[in-house]
């Protein structure tokens, strides 16, 4: 993995809630490579998901730093390639990290289409029309372009994930962060929004995945991140991890879901 | 008999102050919406603002203030002055300090204090609008209605922004829009649909409330009712015109933003 460039790197996150008597986060440090599939797995309340959402700042981190692209988005500035200091621009880099959650958050004031090309148009300043055609592609893609009039309440679940999916597609994200993506739907839904993720990863999607979903991280992830009590336990190969647990927590983590 | 048909005819010969006063109401209402709403939404963005002109306390480089903004531990802290002067934010105090005066005093003592204390000092010019509204009088209406329903709107708006799932900015800010247009393309059009029947309440209650204005000279249907009073002494039936053409105004109204409302939640049913 050494040899493969590094796109994220994450060192010593804390995450605190009342003057630390809350620990979310207690320090996790951790390099994302470029073709990463990294799934992190663990108990809830382990902060696996604090962690992911630090990743784009929906949490504000009480300290550590993240280093997105060359810049720690944690801190207010930064210096820049010419050594002038420059304002770190949150949005800028949300642009690049597409976010799926377990509540799909679609708009469902807009149709699926203007779900899609919202963000497009408003924040990359592309014109409707070009908005339109990618998102059409991209709806095809997942089976789903038919439904591009539709509302969001029109939709079933694992429909709403895979329009949330090609929603942040849309903005031609570096990495896509998936939080828990199939824990809030129908048993029999959960296929259809894997196999687009899936699909993804085949085509070398950088990808952070929290998830229950041991078949996935065994069959598709490259890295899996056991995580416990805000801190980061274990870390290898799915191999590894599902079939030489070292730490104790993770053999009774893994003897309860398996 | 209390009420009599007689006195009816009496005030019948009022009819022309009843008709500029209904048309008097009506504008006074619709001037005092939208001066309330803008208001409000001013307020609102005042109140849901991150202007936090003392942040920089909590943010100088460690070794400066580095003992304010750190524990001894080197977690950035959560509690203490310094935390809470960082957090202060001046807009949502005065925004907030103003709503909850305007609801905490009545609107008569309001009015009066526009009148008679703020519009003192301001030359309004003394013309006509349509020949018989006292554009001297009314003006200060306008604003003193205006200021206090834009209080309760921002209310109103604040608890239909709130009313919106967190989820819906976490996806809004991931894809990149920034919080100015979240609130715009996100927030603003749920939450409006959301309050919009008590929006109409509140449009409902300026068309009431601004009876209250005759006492500063608005010509409105009120101050027929009065000049009635003080011309013949009769006061039950005029009083009763007034409460028909009231009633005219506020059901309709209501049943029209009803009207409005299903229209607009067509997109949240199958």
Known sequence: ????????????????????????????????????????????????????????????????????????????????????MVKVNIDQHRQKMGMVFQHFNLFP?????????????????????????????????????????????????????????VRALAMEPEVMLFDEPTSALDPEMVGEVLDVMKGLAREGMTMVVVTHEMGFAREVGNRVLFMADGLLLEEGTPQAIFETPQHPRLKDFLSKVL | MFIQMKNFSVVASYAQMFQEGLVVTILLSLFTVVFGFVLALALVLMRMSSFRPFLWLAHVSPGVFGFFERDGSGMKR??????????????????????????????????????FGVFQFIDLPSFKLFGFIRFNRFFPGVVALGMNSGA???????????????????????????????????????????????????????????????????QDIMAAVQAVKGATSIIMEPLLVATALYFC???????????????????DKR
């Open chain 2, 152 to 218: 309760y709107l921002c209310e109103i708006i604040r608890s239909g922004v709130q009313s919106i799932d967190g989820g819906q900015s976490e996806a809004a800010r991931s894809l990149g829009l920034r919080q100015s247009q979240n609130f715009q393309y996100i927030i603003l059009p749920q939450a409006l649909k959301n309050i919009l029947p008590a929006i109409a309440n509140e449009f409902v209650v300026i068309i009431k409330e601004s009876a209250i204005t005759y006492t500063i000279g608005v």
């Open chain 1, 1 to 84: 993995m050494a040899t493969r460039d590094s796109l994220i790197q994450v060192t010593d996150l804390k995450k605190h809630y009342n003057r630390g008597a809350i620990k979310a986060l207690d320090g996790v440090t951790v390099d994302i490579n470029r073709g990463d599939v990294m799934v992190v797995i663990g108990p809830s309340g382990s902060g696996k998901s604090t962690f992911l959402r630090s990743l784009n700042l929906l949490e504000d981190p009480t300290s550590g730093s993240i280093v997105f692209d060359g810049v720690d988005i944690t801190k207010r500035k930064y210096k820049d390639s010419q050594g002038k």
């Open chain 2, 78 to 115: 959560d509690s203490g002055f310094v935390y809470h002067l960082g957090r202060f934010n001046p807009l949502s105090f005065l925004a907030t300090a103003y709503v909850e005066i305007l609801r905490s005093t009545p609107v008569l003592v309001q009015i009066m204090i526009i009148y």
């Open chain 1, 109 to 165: 004031h807009m149709t699926i289409l203007d779900n899609m090309t919202l963000a497009p148009i408003k924040v990359k300043g592309q014109d409707r029309a070009a908005a339109e055609e990618k998102a059409l592609a991209l709806l095809d893609r997942v089976g789903l372009k038919d439904r591009a009039g539709a509302y969001p309440i029109q939709l079933s679940g694992g429909q709403k994930q895979r329009v949330a999916i």
């Open chain 2, 249 to 267: 105004l506020c059901f309709p109204t209501s049943k029209i933003i009803a009207y409005f409302e299903r229209r607009m939640s067509r997109g």
